[in-house]
């Protein structure tokens, strides 16, 4: 229990994945625990995945990367950060067969949920990484450099 303690005390936040379904706003949103890194890829219509951000003791970062492999859709795959009200405060959108990045800061003690959302029936890729703030990575300008691991960004090209 001690060891669990410790561990706990020195994680700055958490990500987490789909299970049990809750309500934030008109947002639904599920949880389990999962890493700080995630790819995956949307192929039906109006799909969508879930994940949860607790910021605990320090802000941090967020990098997405989106890839829509269709072409001739117009509005195709996003992932989109929602407050812990609900309201929306992010997102990155990729259409056309395009490939796109974005990138914004999560304050401290708060909980965000990012949504991974396909439109149509567009197939895409997509990628994010959450980076706790610290002396080294101190600004949006910063932010914006966030490399993923190799494996991720190879599988994503």
């Given at each position: 229990m001690v060891f669990a303690l410790v561990f706990t005390m020195f994680m700055p936040y958490s990500v987490t994945k789909a299970s049990t379904e809750f309500e934030t706003g008109k947002q639904t949103a599920s949880l389990i625990n999962y890493s700080?890194?995630?790819?995956?890829?949307?192929a039906e219509k109006n799909s969508s995945v879930w994940y949860c951000v607790d910021s605990v003791g320090y802000s941090a970062f967020y990098n997405f990367k989106?890839?829509?492999i269709n072409i001739g859709n117009n509005e195709g795959i996003?992932?989109?950060v929602y407050d812990s009200d609900g309201a929306k405060v992010g997102y990155a959108k990729a259409e056309n067969s395009t490939e796109t990045d974005?990138?914004?800061?999560?304050?401290?003690n708060q909980r965000?949920?990012?949504q991974a959302y396909s439109k149509f029936n567009c197939t895409g890729d997509y990628i994010f990484s959450i980076i706790p703030e610290d002396d080294a990575l101190d600004s949006l300008t910063d932010a914006s450099k966030i490399s993923l691991s190799k494996y991720y960004y190879d599988s994503f090209r």
């Open positions: 700080t890194s995630y790819s995956g890829n949307l989106l890839k829509n996003s992932l989109n974005n990138y914004g800061k999560m304050e401290k965000y949920y990012i």
